[in-house]
T-cell receptor, first 112, second 114 residues
Framework: NAGVTQTPKFQVLKTGQSMTLQCAQD?????MYWYRQDPGMGLRLIYY???????DKGEVPNGYNVSRLNKREFSLRLESAAPSQTSVYFC???????????FGQGTRLTVV | AQSVTQLGSHVSVSEGALVLLRCNYS??????LFWYVQYPNQGLQLLLK??????LVKGINGFEAEFKKSETSFHLTKPSAHMSDAAEYFC????????????FGTGTRLTIIP
């Protein structure tokens, strides 16, 4: 009964370092999403993938790259981390159309 | 394009009082609308959703919301607040016209006063 699994749960990076946030879902969903959550700003969409092999930019894609490795996995990469990328990152997945999204537990990232 | 506006970043109500959290949406096509709840240090979980059909939808924990197309609103209500309702609530919109984008509002933090 895993649902959406994100790793790691916590991470501290130095400015300029790179890292990849991993997300996997076991519900056979087509669509997957990466959001960042910052105080007072709600959830802002970074990138999403409507199906395996496709990705699209959301509201705040700068500084990030994504890979939809297969139907299960959708990773988010920070090539050169900046303090402005300190945030809580959530991965979500859903079937298409009217279906609701299911969320992971989040990754709390601090860039110093 | 689609967007969601949640009026009131913080709402406080007394225990037993009516809860009303406001959500207005903008969508160029018929929307699908959702309310999610987030407890501290957790992910989001679905409270309720509107897709088609009945405009008054009921969700978990006694919450309900009414889709009003003429007002482009989808406000969340609960007749009697409970201490366990303290959380952050998010409204979200998507559509079924080939664009799988799912857009959230900025959230409303609900505080329950004993």
């Amino acid at each position: 009964n895993a649902g959406v699994t994100q790793t790691p749960k916590f991470q501290v990076l130095k400015t300029g370092q790179s890292m990849t946030l991993q997300c996997a879902q076991d519900m056979n969903h087509n669509s997957m999403y990466w959001y960042r959550q910052d105080p007072g700003m709600g959830l802002r969409l970074i990138y999403y993938s409507a199906s395996e092999g496709t990705t699209d930019k959301g509201e705040v894609p700068n500084g990030y790259n994504v890979s939809r490795l297969n139907k299960r996995e959708f990773s988010l990469r920070l090539e050169s981390a900046a303090p402005s990328q300190t945030s809580v990152y959530f991965c979500a997945s859903r079937e298409q159309g009217r279906a609701e999204a299911f969320f992971g537990q989040g990754t709390r990232l601090t860039v110093v | 394009a689609q967007s969601v506006t949640q009026l009131g970043s913080h709402v406080s109500v007394s225990e037993g009082a009516l809860v009303l959290l406001r959500c207005n949406y903008s969508s160029s096509v018929p929307p699908y609308l959702f309310w999610y709840v987030q407890y501290p240090n957790q992910g989001l979980q679905l409270l309720l959703k509107y897709t088609t059909g009945a405009t008054l939808v009921k969700g978990i924990n006694g919450f309900e919301a009414e889709f009003k197309k003429s007002e482009t609103s989808f406000h969340l209500t609960k007749p009697s607040a409970h201490m366990s309702d303290a959380a952050e609530y998010f409204c979200a919109v998507t559509s079924n016209f080939g664009n799988e984008k799912l857009t959230f509002g900025t959230g409303t933090r609900l505080t329950i006063i004993p």
